[in-house]
């Protein structure tokens, strides 16, 4: 009895304590869980109540009222935050393993997209003639098995990834005109086999006018045969990229729009990374990591490390280098500025919402910066997603095809893009246009801008600020002028000059007699110090660059890459140095040096009085020059 009572005794303090900590920890974990969601959800979540009926399953988390950026600071407007509930953020592993499990299996021609050479000399005019229709070895296509294995080429981290087990419906929408066959089957059926059957809900194939033989009956029975959800439309005149393209999204009824072109394959598990951030928020487009089919033996092989799309002022794509906090993690998305346009997806309401694409543009050209721009600027976000992977094949060297319109539709559509979205940001373009763009008419754009007034889209500012920020750094509307120019004469020897030696790219450079004029000698011997602060051969892509920080360090010519680092030169006009990298420390400054007898250059630590460290240049631009070092800081 003793022992029970004094049980009790204890127990009953006991109790009291468990119950205060517990009503904190239940108070304290909904806090938490509270503000995980809010923060979990901010990038995410969509910007407008959704209006239609059968949406995704979202529940509106709360109203706020939140100051837009940029030039649209003054208005405020109202947002509605909408994510998934709790209960369809789970998630799952979507792979295949079975399939991906015999396609490690399967040998022969081709396959684990291994490159397919044809060794018999007895087709090789064939071959070549096959070649050149198609601009890919459409011969060695007709070799390797329209179902053939890939390398999974994903970080490792994509093998492992789940990704949420309700996930919308998608239709793929692929244009093609004299697409060759084996090439047009080989797309159809790697995403046959690699897509989810209760994801896919169907392809639709638009043939954009073609004329070869096989694609009509041929292709019609091939399709009937193999494939239930695969549907062909032949248009009845030749409508261009665009129009076909849209043509296939208004006959769509999945909850996802795919776009990609005839001469892909989809890669293990490719589908649910371009998805989920759509489930996350419809108001999303995904492109997928594009990897590269070689025309000449489909060898599958990966493009590079990924990078964000950008342009250049005469409106070629462009890319620009990831961002510290894309590299945290390289299996998530990462905010990208431009889309590369021929492989995404995009929530069929979005895009309907954003108009779809302007049918005033004609054939291609241009549609990517469009759609990119409506995406950004009229409430969306454009994605890379880095687990999923496609295949292409960029095509080589082909029959020149016949322009399937008189004039010049290219500038034309430049033209309307630049009018209805980038405000006085189009003047840019129009510059390095040249003249060609004040002979062209745009046409009507009046139901463009109604749907940027409509949506509210911001201004070209803001996304040239917020999204594509550093664009301008890498691509400036105009080139600033060079630091320096001309020869690099050796004070030290002043009859040498920094020569190529007539070598091109990824060799060794030295030094060799001057030409006559300094200020304007011959290709060999014109470097710019330019406004990169690299020192290049002068309108030329090729940068003097550095890879070791030892004695005697080689100069070599490599590829400018924009990043200055190995590749940034100073000009010290004090000492007539060339100082090679940023760090300005006095005591390890590295310079320019010549090797007059054997007439080689090398990178060593500043010395003063070493005459032969000391260079001059044909032309110097003081002004510029006062100023080197103002935006050194700005630029990283
Ligand atoms: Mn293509």
């Known amino acids: 009895m003793q022992i029970i009572r004094e049980f009790k005794i204890m127990r009953r303090p006991n109790m009291k304590w468990l119950f205060k900590t517990a009503c904190l920890l239940i108070i304290a974990g909904t806090l938490f869980i509270f503000a995980m969601g809010y923060l979990s959800a901010s990038s995410y979540t969509n ?16 109203v706020e009222k939140r100051e837009m950026e940029g030039q649209q600071q003054q208005q405020q407007q109202q947002h509605v935050k909408l994510q998934l509930s709790p209960l369809n953020q789970l998630k799952k592993d979507w792979h295949d393993h079975a399939a991906m499990k015999a396609d490690v299996e399967r040998v022969g021609f081709g396959e684990q997209g291994k490159r397919a ?41 994509c093998r492992t990834k789940e990704y949420l087990v309700k996930l919308p419906t998608v239709s793929i929408v692929i244009p093609y005109h004299n697409e060759h066959f084996s090439v047009l089957m080989r797309s159809v059926h790697s995403l046959i086999n690699r897509s989810p059957p209760e994801l896919l809900k169907e392809i639709i194939l638009i043939d954009d006018f073609s004329d070869r033989k096989y694609l009509f009956k041929q292709l019609d029975e091939y399709v009937g045969e193999n494939f239930r959800k695969v549907h062909i439309f ?22 996802v729009l795919i776009f990609l072109d005839s001469h892909v394959e989809a890669n293990y598990n490719w589908l649910p990374p371009l998805l989920e951030p759509i489930a996350l928020n419809k108001r999303t487009a995904v492109c997928p990591f594009i990897d590269v089919i070689d025309h000449s033996n489909f060898e599958y092989r990966a493009q590079d490390e990924g990078a964000r799309g950008a342009f ?79 295949g292409h094949i960029y095509r080589g060297p082909r029959n020149s095809q016949p322009s399937p319109r008189k ?58 600020e917020q ?19 001309g020869a690099i004469q050796s004070i030290g020897a002043p009859s040498l000059c920094v ?70 030169w100073s000009y010290d006009r004090e000492h007539n140095w060339l100082v090679h990298g940023e760090n300005n420390d006095n005591s390890n400054k590295r310079c320019l040096e010549a090797s007059p007898s054997d007439r080689k250059l090398y990178v060593n630590i500043c010395r003063e009085g070493n005459r032969n460290m000391q260079w001059k240049f044909g032309v110097t631009n003081a002004t510029a020059l006062n100023h080197f070092w103002d935006l050194v800081p700005k630029l990283r």
């Open 47 to 62: 910007r407008l109540p959704d209006q239609r009926p059968n949406a995704m399953p979202y529940v509106a988390l709360e």
């Open 117 to 157: 050479a044809n060794n018999d000399e007895s087709t090789r005019e064939l071959e070549r003639k096959m070649s050149l229709e198609n601009g890919f070895n459409a011969y060695v296509s007709d070799m390797i098995s329209v179902n053939r294995s890939l390398p999974d080429l994903r970080y490792e981290g």
């Open 234 to 255: 032949h248009l009845p005149q030749r409508t261009g990229l665009i129009g076909a393209r849209m043509a296939g999204a208004r006959k769509a009824s999945g909850d």
């Open 312 to 390: 250049d002022w005469e409106f070629y794509y462009k890319r620009l280098p990831l961002l510290p906090e894309d590299l945290l993690d390289r299996t998530k998305p990462f905010r990208s500025p431009i889309m590369a346009g021929g492989l995404f997806a995009i929530s069929r309401e979005f895009f309907f919402e954003l108009g779809g694409y302007d049918e005033g543009l004609d054939i291609w050209g241009g549609e990517q910066y469009e759609l990119s721009f409506k995406i950004w600027m009229c409430g969306g976000e454009l994605l890379d997603a880095p687990c999923s992977r496609v």
């Open 407 to 464: 004039g010049d539709y290219l500038h034309r559509n430049y033209k309307r893009v630049a009018e209805v979205w980038m405000d006085d940001y189009k003047q840019f373009l129009y510059e390095h246009g040249q003249g060609i763009y004040e002979t062209i008419d745009a046409g009507d754009l009046t139901e463009q801008k109604r749907i940027r007034e409509k949506l509210h889209c911001k201004s070209f500012k803001w996304f040239m």
């Open 467 to 485: 999204i594509a920020f550093d664009l301008i750094k890498v691509y400036p509307p105009v080139e600033p002028s060079d630091y320096a120019y």
């Open 499 to 568: 020569d190529t030696l007539g070598r091109s790219r990824h060799a060794q450079i030295g030094l060799y007699r001057c030409h006559d004029d300094i200020r304007r000698p011959q290709r060999n011997q014109n470097w710019a110090l330019s406004w990169h602060r690299d020192l290049r051969l002068r309108r030329k892509k090729d940068c003097l660059d550095v890879q070791e920080r030892f004695k005697n360090a080689p100069v070599w010519l490599w590829d400018c890459h924009l990043q200055g680092g190995n590749q940034f």
